[in-house]
């Protein structure tokens, strides 16, 4: 009984022999439903702010810097990769994509921010309908929000919980750079 | 609704004065509100006639109407029948009588109470600090609505937690909270003589992380599942299934049928994965590493397999509240059923290999043995309750998503050792490939999300169960205001189970406590970084990143 079970175990470790992936010197790509860190394409956000309204790990932040101009920040470390910023996004701005390798020693590396001017519309130019079929409004969307992005803090819309302290802390953000200049 | 009246029949003839109103939202649910005067009699005759304790909840609805309200939950296995009894006491001074004489697995719920409400329980056998760090300042309860969510109060460097008497001529051997055998963090105190254990002390709940102050303070009803999932590493579709099926019962959403079959597959797929873990721990911590390896080698096809079809190894995040969000196509069907079988026949052969094993015999066999009386007293759930010959099984008693189109068996061995928990999941693995066929073949087509278009009303009662791989987990939703669930609890199969642990360790060997704390389940989680030895000299150092980056930027050039 003893001496079978042990020649039985014996076949059973020899027949799959060593099966040990050799990554991450061999690259090991994921499937084509893989849920990495999220790629936003700026040109069809509109920024209606689903993304930041549905996050469950709050790493989507807005800031309305003036009546014009919103930032998004996008914080990937505190991210959970469910993907439910893809889900809502009326527009499809949000892709997953199948980048998982994103171990980094600069949290910029990870996070997207984006700066929207919000009175007219990005792709025709022309201004909102801001009366009858403004897709923010009915969002309930509308207003600023004042999230913290150095603190990386989301301030919850139309409640009492904006800290001026916090609030001071925002206001000397600067805009980041452009690229090549 | 024969079982219902039954039971208010029985109530009322005993306790017509103490019964104030009784609700049922369908014949699956009964709800008893009482006066909490006489909460022990009444508990003790829901025992009698048939159920079995699951959970107590507190709320505080100090701002709602000054009260503060407890439920104890029993179902009723026979019957398919989940009831609560509920009571509400001033939130000034809410004092109950203890239910822990008469239902020790009580024991920890009221403690908890203590702890995070400030309830006072009369009689209780062992009021002592359960949840909060042993640093928390006295008098501030978590859970009541004053304290904010966020609050951190200071730590103190001069208070430990008081552990239980040592027995007469007995030493205490420290297990945890970091220990090689012991993949969590909690701490038991083993009181041994010689090598025989003769009591044990418990003292967890290091990870508490308040998660249902956050969720009903700071998350929206669609935004809790995604957390819901990450209680547990193990089972996380377990609890985002069990946390949904609450608040749609509560609320009456319905469930397209196709969803719930996609709800099943996913909860088998992830008990396939479980139980395959659970079997290689298990081989580990009884020192024979060969099924380890192998049952964590066929496991591993699992993984890729949720891979492929949620996009993510676990944590699949399938579930939101009304359906899913990923269907399965007739491509991933094919896949699914591929894998299956592929790890059928794979664990045919790991299952007769080390069926015969004398050396898993010797340590598993009568080991952590206790009674069917004692399980079924401390209310012991999943395998192991069925190891010890008790007969329950929430996919067949309480059959939710789609588990009541398919046929299956529940493995229930009378051993009452690690053994025979060994056994029922090992069978139950085989019954998971069976039920997933049935679920493909039948699956129908249709939506996969019932949208939500009105708001939910607030203060319902919903209360669901679902068998997670180690048993039941059992979630209690009350409804609230501005999209957000006002009460939320959880409670997950390893809270009776670990409560049952002094009775499986008495008089057992020393030698023996990883494997009976790792029969109930573990799950763990492990960090390792790479470090260079130096063969001719022994020295050791961690490599740098760089090191680490140019070492595989060359090896993939071939340099």
Not at chain 2, 67 to 80: C, E, G, R, S
Not at chain 2, 228 to 233: K, M, N, P, T, V
Not at chain 2, 321 to 329: A, C, F, M, Q, S
């Amino acid at each position: 009984m003893w001496l079978l079970s042990k020649i039985k175990q014996v076949l059973m470790v020899i027949k799959p022999g060593v099966v040990t992936l050799q990554y991450p010197f061999v690259p090991r790509p994921a499937p084509a439903n893989f849920r990495g860190i999220p790629y936003w394409d700026h040109q069809k956000c509109v920024g209606c702010g689903g993304c930041a309204g549905h996050c469950p790990a709050r790493t989507i932040m807005i800031r309305d810097i003036c009546q014009e101009l919103r930032v998004m920040v996008y914080d990937a470390s505190r991210c959970t990769y469910c993907g439910r910023c893809a889900d809502v996004c009326p527009e499809h701005a949000i892709t997953m994509t199948e980048h998982y390798e994103l171990a980094t020693n600069d949290k910029n590396d990870i996070t997207e921010t984006i700066e929207l001017f919000m009175a007219t519309c990005q792709r025709c130019g022309r201004c909102y309908d801001h009366e009858n079929r403004n897709q923010i409004d009915r969002l309930s969307r509308i207003g600023f929000r004042y999230d913290n992005l150095e603190m990386r803090a989301v301030i919850p819309a139309g409640t009492q919980q904006i800290d001026t302290e916090m609030l001071k802390k925002t206001e000397s953000y600067k805009r980041p750079e452009r690229v090549g200049e | 609704m024969p079982a219902i009246d039954n039971i208010l029949k029985q109530l009322n003839e005993k306790f017509s004065a103490d019964i104030i109103g009784t609700e049922t939202p369908n014949e699956r649910r009964l709800f008893v509100d009482i006066k909490p005067d006489r909460v022990r009699d009444i508990s003790n005759e829901m025992i009698v006639l048939g159920g079995r304790y699951m959970v107590s909840i507190g709320t505080d609805f100090s701002d709602v109407d000054g009260t503060m309200q407890l439920i104890h939950t029993f179902a009723f296995d026979n019957d398919n029948l989940l009831t609560g009894i509920r009571m509400s006491v001033p939130a000034d001074n809410p004092a109950f009588m203890s239910i822990t004489p008469d239902i020790p697995s009580a024991g920890w719920s009221e403690r908890e109470y203590m702890d995070l409400l400030g309830m006072k329980f009369t009689d209780h056998p062992k009021p002592k600090r359960l949840i909060l760090a042993d640093d928390w300042p006295e008098g501030v309860y978590p859970l009541r609505k004053e304290v904010p969510w966020n609050l951190m109060p200071p730590g103190a460097e001069d208070v430990a937690y008081q552990l239980d008497e040592c027995p007469e001529g007995c030493t205490v051997v420290p297990v945890g909270p970091y220990h090689p055998a012991l993949h969590e963090p909690a701490h038991f105190a083993v009181y041994v003589d010689g090598e025989t254990i003769k009591g044990c002390d418990y003292r967890g709940f290091m990870t508490h992380r308040g998660i249902e102050k956050l969720c009903q303070t700071q998350m929206t009803y669609n935004e809790v599942p995604f957390i819901a999932e990450r209680i547990c590493g193990i089972c996380g579709s377990v609890h985002a299934t069990a946390y949904s099926q609450a608040v749609e019962s509560a609320a009456g959403i319905p469930v397209p049928r196709r969803a719930e079959y996609i709800r099943t597959i996913m909860l088998e797929i992830e008990r396939i994965h479980s139980h395959l873990l659970w079997l290689g721990v298990a081989g580990h911590l009884i020192g024979f590493d060969t099924v380890f390896m192998q049952a964590w080698r066929v496991r591993e096809h699992i993984m890729w397999l949720g891979e492929r079809m949620t996009g993510n190894r676990k944590t699949y995040g399938m579930i939101v509240i009304g359906g899913v969000r990923r269907d399965i196509t007739p491509e991933l069907r094919d896949d699914i059923l591929q894998v299956v079988n592929k790890i059928e026949k794979e664990l045919k052969v790991i299952h007769k290999s080390i069926i015969g094993d004398t050396a898993i015999h010797k340590r598993t066999k009568g080991v952590g043995r206790i009674t069917k009386e004692d399980a079924i007293r401390w209310s012991l759930v999943g395998p192991v309750a069925r190891a010890r010959g008790v007969d329950i099984d929430n996919r067949r008693d309480h059959p939710y998503a789609a588990y009541n189109d398919v046929t299956f068996d529940v493995p229930v061995f009378t051993e009452g050792d690690v053994w025979a928990t060994l056994l029922v999941r090992v069978l139950e693995l085989y019954e998971s490939f069976s039920i997933i066929r049935q679920l493909l073949e039948k699956m129908p087509d249709g939506e996969l999300l019932t949208e939500l278009d009105a708001p939910i009303e607030p203060y319902r009662h919903g209360i669901s169960v679902v068998e997670a791989p180690r048993g039941e987990s059992v979630h209690y939703v009350i409804t609230g205001k501005e999209n957000t669930p006002e009460r939320w609890r959880v409670r997950a199969p390893t809270y009776p189970n670990l409560q049952g642990i002094p009775l499986m360790m008495l008089n057992n060997q020393l030698a023996d406590v990883p494997i009976i704390i790792g029969s109930i389940d573990p799950c763990f989680s492990c960090t390792d970084r790479v470090e260079v030895v130096d063969l001719q000299s022994g020295n050791c150092r961690v490599a740098s990143k760089e090191e680490l980056e140019t070492l595989s930027r060359n090896y993939r050039d071939g340099r």
